[in-house]
Nanobody
Framework: VQLQASGGGLVQPGGSLRLSCAASQSIFRLSNMGWYRQTPGKQRELVASITSDGIRSYAGPVKGRFTISRDNAKNTVYLQMNSLKPEDTAVYYC??????????WGQGTQVTVSS
């Protein structure tokens, strides 16, 4: 398994969760990492990304609420999700890219925001 995602669960609206994605390879520090989400019947969409240099970007609906970060010493990327809304409910996937050679996906972790 190249990527192992964890941290999903059930949370009430306004709550927080932190997702983690651990990579098993030393090339992690050279890779661009992203978090995507998908709901039934919809295409997978990019939520947040962070380059190997630490440059972050976010999708409009999560700006100001989600924070992506990485720890190269632990080969891990995180997604801190605050002020969660029911529309954030989805399966979240982590992705690792390195040029045209590496394009790995984690197994997905379910996030459900509901009262």
């Amino acid at each position: 398994v190249q990527l192992q995602a964890s941290g999903g669960g059930l949370v009430q609206p306004g709550g927080s969760l932190r997702l983690s994605c651990a990579a098993s390879q030393s090339i992690f520090r050279l890779s661009n990492m992203g978090w995507y989400r998908q709901t039934p019947g919809k295409q997978r969409e990019l939520v947040a990304s962070i380059t190997s240099d630490g440059i972050r970007s976010y999708a409009g609906p999560v700006k100001g609420r989600f924070t992506i970060s990485r720890d190269n010493a632990k080969n891990t990327v995180y997604l801190q999700m605050n002020s969660l809304k029911p529309e954030d409910t989805a399966v979240y996937y982590c992705n690792q890219k390195l040029g045209s050679v590496v394009d790995y996906w984690g197994q997905g972790t379910q996030v459900t925001v509901s009262s």
